[in-house]
């Protein structure tokens, strides 16, 4: 399975979807894990290289800011598989220290979250990212990971800026999808213009992080409302300018 992943992600050589395909069709017998990602993989409509066929419709929601609106980018099946293999990895949310660079717990974040990375991004993943990658007009490569986040009643994400200072490589755009929808409140929030929003399971948002001059843009400050009942999941890829390259380990850095 992992081989299929690393081969579909293109990790360690050029990506391979025709071959990890093959890769994943030949475990179908003894995996069931592969063979429920071959079944969801059955129902999409892919390119030779995983991506989607047909470039997922979008409609402009708001002017200011700019947030465009993917209805149904996921279907049912598809948010609930990514719950069911996200769920097991659930870790309490990080935010970046600005003055140490770490990742740290902070009250600004009090969700549970997950990150589909290198070895757990399988092709269903890999070919959420590929259609995500079409919606936002980007390419696949300037993803980071997929992230799961999960709230649970109380949990929220205070407002902030996706966009990250002193970085060239800047995380230009965000695509939100809703996973969920049996939830009290927890919009997603604007709270410099008031718009708000809250997509059914399957919906996905798209908007801009920065300027024309590449600053990061104030008004792409965003928050995940308080969740009052329920829980609310979502699945978020933050979207680089050019492609996305993992840190260096950490002894390296401290060199
Ligand atoms: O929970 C939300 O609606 C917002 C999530 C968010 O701010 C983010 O993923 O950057």
Same mark, same amino acid.
């Given at each position: 399975l992992l081989h299929s992943n690393l081969l579909a992600g293109g990790l360690g050589g050029e990506a391979d979807w025709p071959g990890a395909l093959a890769t994943l069709r030949r475990l179908e017998a003894r995996s069931p894990q592969g063979a429920a990602q071959l079944a969801l993989l059955s129902e999409m409509a892919l390119e030779e290289d995983g991506s989607p066929r047909v470039a997922p419709a979008r409609r402009l929601? !708001? $002017? #200011? *800011? +700019?947030v465009t609106l993917g209805e149904q980018l996921l279907s049912p099946a598809e948010c609930r598989y990514l719950r069911s293999i996200g769920t097991p990895m659930l870790q309490p949310s990080v935010i970046i220290d *600005?003055? #140490?660079?770490r990742m740290v717990p902070h009250p600004v974040r009090t969700s549970e979250g997950a990150a589909f990375g290198v070895h757990s991004e399988d092709l269903v993943v890999n070919a959420v990212n590929r259609r995500i990658a079409s919606f936002s007009g980007t !390419?696949? $490569?300037?993803?980071e990971p997929l992230q799961m986040l999960s709230y649970r009643a109380g949990a929220e994400y205070r407002p902030h800026m996706d966009a990250l200072g002193g $970085? *060239?490589?800047? +995380?230009i755009l965000t695509v939100i999808v809703y996973l969920s929808d049996d939830y009290g409140d927890g919009e997603t929030a604007f709270p410099r213009t008031g718009f708000t929003v809250r997509g059914k399971a399957g919906d996905a948002i798209l908007f801009r992080n920065v300027l024309a001059d590449g600053r990061p843009d104030p008004i792409s400050l965003h928050a995940g409302r308080p969740v009052t009942r329920g829980t609310k999941v979502i699945a978020t890829r933050w979207i680089r300018r050019s492609a996305f390259r993992y840190p260096p380990p950490q002894p390296l850095l401290a060199l």
């Amino acid at each position: 399975l992992l081989h299929s992943n690393l081969l579909a992600g293109g990790l360690g050589g050029e990506a391979d979807w025709p071959g990890a395909l093959a890769t994943l069709r030949r475990l179908e017998a003894r995996s069931p894990q592969g063979a429920a990602q071959l079944a969801l993989l059955s129902e999409m409509a892919l390119e030779e290289d995983g991506s989607p066929r047909v470039a997922p419709a979008r409609r402009l929601i !708001s $002017e #200011t *800011p +700019r947030v465009t609106l993917g209805e149904q980018l996921l279907s049912p099946a598809e948010c609930r598989y990514l719950r069911s293999i996200g769920t097991p990895m659930l870790q309490p949310s990080v935010i970046i220290d *600005p003055h #140490t660079g770490r990742m740290v717990p902070h009250p600004v974040r009090t969700s549970e979250g997950a990150a589909f990375g290198v070895h757990s991004e399988d092709l269903v993943v890999n070919a959420v990212n590929r259609r995500i990658a079409s919606f936002s007009g980007t !390419s696949y $490569e300037q993803g980071e990971p997929l992230q799961m986040l999960s709230y649970r009643a109380g949990a929220e994400y205070r407002p902030h800026m996706d966009a990250l200072g002193g $970085e *060239p490589n800047q +995380r230009i755009l965000t695509v939100i999808v809703y996973l969920s929808d049996d939830y009290g409140d927890g919009e997603t929030a604007f709270p410099r213009t008031g718009f708000t929003v809250r997509g059914k399971a399957g919906d996905a948002i798209l908007f801009r992080n920065v300027l024309a001059d590449g600053r990061p843009d104030p008004i792409s400050l965003h928050a995940g409302r308080p969740v009052t009942r329920g829980t609310k999941v979502i699945a978020t890829r933050w979207i680089r300018r050019s492609a996305f390259r993992y840190p260096p380990p950490q002894p390296l850095l401290a060199l």
